[in-house]
Nanobody, 123 residues
């Protein structure tokens, strides 16, 4: 299973970006997907999670709730993270990750990771 994240870039505060995570080697529908982010010197933190297996459960960290939305196109094997009302503190490298079964808040439980895409929000 391989994941390829894309869509990062430079955006002004208050703007929007949509990140994509293309999954190959396995049907996305069989996998739980999550987005994490990391600032240099900090631990990788979970941002949003989505169940697989036909379940529609999602979860958002308090820092992004109401601004970010995770979605998935199982037919296109692509997961997305729509980020609105971006703030300077959202600046980070964003990673998509996947695992079998339900989603987990524990990043150690994710077996498959994308390469990361940099999001920079200017104030």
């Amino acid at each position: 299973v391989q994941l390829q994240a894309s869509g990062g870039g430079l955006v002004q505060a208050g703007g929007s970006l949509r990140l994509s995570c293309l999954v190959s080697g396995q049907k996305l529908g069989n996998l739980a997907v999550a987005w994490f982010r990391q600032v240099p010197g900090n631990e990788r933190e979970g941002v949003s999670y989505s169940s697989g297996g036909g379940r529609t459960t999602t979860y958002y960290s308090d820092s992004v709730k109401g601004r970010f939305a995770i979605s998935r196109d199982d037919d296109g094997n692509t997961a997305y993270l729509q980020m609105n009302s971006l703030k300077s503190e959202d600046t980070a490298v964003y990673y998509c990750a996947a695992r079998w079964g339900d989603y987990s808040y524990d990043r150690e439980k994710y077996r498959y990771w994308g390469q990361g895409t940099l999001v920079t929000v200017s104030s």
